[in-house]
């Protein structure tokens, strides 16, 4: 880490602790190096702040909807982590190539498949970029969920501090074998690793995939 982001970064850790309290002994699972995915959940503006800043200084970066940019303050921060500009609702091939970049030099990345905050902490369906990063990359995922960041706004207004509980489960790779990569198939490996981030929630948080007896594993390998 470079001055400039422990000047941002551990402010920012601060402060989150203050808002929160923060149960993250299970962040001490993920490896201090990567290369490897970590895909996660995304409730609200506070998860990726408070996440990022409680991995330091392991190096971790991830994509940020290039409209951040406009914004020189915002641009500010995500340019000092190193985040990757994407543009949503089509395919981001500089965005791709930025991401395989980031794991070949041995950095973390993190994904929300969801691509958007679900605002109340339940899964939404996912878009099947994830999958292809896993593919391309073969990168290890690393599953990590958390929740009790929808009540903070309430909890704001009473002055009290929410709880922000993360859960870290077992890293997977993704493999095809002899399947094309066709989108059904796109489509059955994000769904697989869905619901591996939703195995680590309470059943009311699982949202789109809370029936976890649709859970396979038919494209993941179990790392031991």
């Known amino acids: 880490m470079n001055l400039a982001q422990i000047a941002v970064y551990y402010p920012i ?4 602790r ?37 991995l330091i200084p392991r190096p971790v970066t991830g994509f940020a909807k290039i409209e951040n940019w406009n914004n020189p303050a915002l641009g500010f921060l995500f340019s000092l982590g190193g985040a990757i500009p ?15 970049e980031v794991l070949r030099s041995g950095r973390i990345l993190a994904i929300a498949p969801e691509g958007t905050r679900s605002g109340d902490g339940r899964l939404r369906k996912a878009h099947t970029g994830v999958a292809v ?22 909890n704001l207004t009473r002055i009290r501090r929410t709880d922000f509980y993360f859960r870290v489960g ?5 493999r095809t074998g002899d399947e094309r990569l066709t989108r059904a198939v796109r489509e059955r490996i994000t769904e ?21 007896s649709k859970a396979t594993s038919q494209f993941l390998i179990d790392i031991k």
Request: proline share 8%; net charge neutral.
């Open 18 to 54: 203050i808002l929160f309290r923060v149960h993250d002994d299970e962040l001490a699972k993920i490896p201090q190096q990567g290369p490897m995915i970590i895909v996660a959940n995304h409730v609200n503006f506070a998860d990726v702040p408070v996440f990022y800043t409680h």
């Open 86 to 100: 994407i543009r949503r609702g089509a395919v981001d091939r500089t965005a791709i190539v930025g991401a395989l």
């Open 170 to 174: 077992a890293p997977f790779h993704v």
């Open 133 to 154: 990063l896993a593919l391309d990359s073969g990168a290890p995922l690393w599953p990590v969920a958390y929740y009790g960041l929808e009540n903070f706004w309430r």
């Open 192 to 212: 697989e690793i869905m619901f591996r981030i939703a195995a680590l929630l309470p059943p009311e948080y699982r949202g789109y995939y809370s029936d976890l």
């Open 13 to 16: 850790r601060i402060l989150g």
